[in-house]
């Protein structure tokens, strides 16, 4: 039994399948890692077209997915632990499930919240990924968590669901081959700051060489450079991550 459960709500499952056949979250599956249900939305649409979009009130361009197929597909993920109100919120009094919106309203997703996401465990995360001109405003209602992927607009949430579940998946022990290290030295990693710069073979292309440390041999220097390498570039490329 997986110690994560994924489940990923759209109205585009297609879009899912080479994710989940060709990539690094495919062989944590296959390693039980943890295990991905995809649930098409339209199979809690309304009527015999099953609709899951309406116009706004108000007026406005485009469609609004509707409550009513979103309340059923995210009850039927996770039972009855959402099924209990206070007020205008769900209760997901179950500190194991985290029902995530994804919304370029939400909070920017971050190594630090792929981190925590992949630190709970047992646990069952669940992606809602809109499409059209986005949530009616009451099925938030239905979310714990809400994440942008940045300071941009897509045409729906599967391409944000399939970032975090990535960067989620590939923290999970035994997914990577160099383990807790292979993550831990990378950008964002245990100090925060970007990754150095990496050579492979040959050592001199095109005019171009490799830096003399790294053919050295001499791990202490080798260390020493990528710490401060590591240091330049974050400080030239993304200073605001310095001491964060
Ligand atoms: C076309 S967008 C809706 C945009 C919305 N009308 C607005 O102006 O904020 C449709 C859906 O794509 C997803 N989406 C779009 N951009 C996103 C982003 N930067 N991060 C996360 N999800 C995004 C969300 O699920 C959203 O409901």
Not at 142 to 155: E, I, N, P, R, W
Not at 179 to 191: H, L, V, Y
Request: hydrophobic share 40%.
């Amino acid at each position: 039994m997986p110690m994560l459960k994924i489940s990923i709500i759209s109205v585009q499952p297609k879009m899912f399948e080479g994710f989940l056949t060709e990539s690094i979250v495919a062989r944590a599956v296959r390693k039980g890692a943890c295990e991905i249900e995809i649930v098409d939305l339209r199979e809690f649409g309304e009527g015999r077209w099953r609709k899951v979009d309406d116009k706004p009130y108000g007026g406005g361009p485009g469609m609004l997915m509707k409550c009513g197929p979103w309340f059923e597909a995210v009850e039927y993920c996770v039972g009855e632990k959402v099924a209990r109100w206070e007020g205008e919120r769900a209760r997901v009094d179950d500190g194991h499930l985290r029902i995530i919106m994804t919304s370029p309203a939400g909070k920017t997703f971050t190594q630090r919240d792929a981190e925590m996401l992949a630190g709970i465990s047992p646990s069952h995360l669940v992606f809602m990924c809109g499409h059209y001109e986005g949530f009616d405003a009451r099925i938030e209602a239905l979310a714990t968590d809400k994440y942008s992927v940045g300071d941009f607009v897509m045409t729906g949430g599967e391409l944000a669901a399939a970032a975090m579940v990535d960067s989620i998946v590939r923290l999970l022990p035994g997914v990577l081959g160099g383990g807790p290290q292979a993550t831990a030295s990378e950008s964002f990693g245990r100090d925060g700051m970007l990754e150095a710069p990496q050579y492979t073979h040959p050592p001199e292309f095109r005019g171009m060489k490799v830096p003399e440390v790294l053919l050295s041999g001499d791990h202490a220097k080798i260390e020493a450079w990528k710490r401060s390498e590591a240091r330049k570039l974050t400080e030239r490329e993304r200073p605001e991550l310095i001491g964060m």
